[in-house]
């Protein structure tokens, strides 16, 4: 059985830092292009970041660009978030995803492309 598990979140004031974790057990990941997305009270889940298989490329929405850093460890089969410079629209729980995009693309990933979701973790950022 296949079951991601995400760690990290919390309550933090704007302008810290968190690093979500998402490891992953029942089978390897390293084929996969993995991705963070987020849902906010009464909005849709939107994409975050994605990294490729090795991890050499990485993608943002614009919303986090330059604050967000997506990596990961295949060797572990854990993905991780690290995320400084916290807002307060940041708020959210944030879910990590397998995705089965079939090539790395520098683009959003739509949620119909992801096989398996994480449970999610809820980051809730203060002003």
């Known amino acids: 059985q296949v079951q991601l598990v995400e760690s990290g979140g919390g309550l933090v004031q704007a302008g810290g830092s968190l690093r979500l974790s998402c490891a992953a057990a029942?089978?390897?990941?390293?084929?996969?292009?993995m991705a963070w997305f987020r849902q906010a009270p009464g909005k849709e889940r939107e994409f975050v970041a994605s990294?490729?298989?090795?991890?050499?490329?990485?993608y943002y929405a614009d919303s986090v660009k330059g604050r967000f850093t997506i990596s990961r460890d295949n060797a572990k089969n854990t993905v991780y978030l690290q995320m400084n410079s916290l807002k307060p629209e940041d708020t959210a729980v944030y879910y990590c995803a397998v995705t089965e995009v079939p090539a790395y693309t520098f683009s959003p990933i739509r949620p119909g492309m992801v096989a398996y979701w994480g449970q999610g973790t809820q980051v809730t950022v203060s002003s």
């Open positions: 990294i490729s298989r090795s991890g050499s490329s990485t």
């Open positions: 029942g089978r390897t990941f390293s084929g996969n292009v």
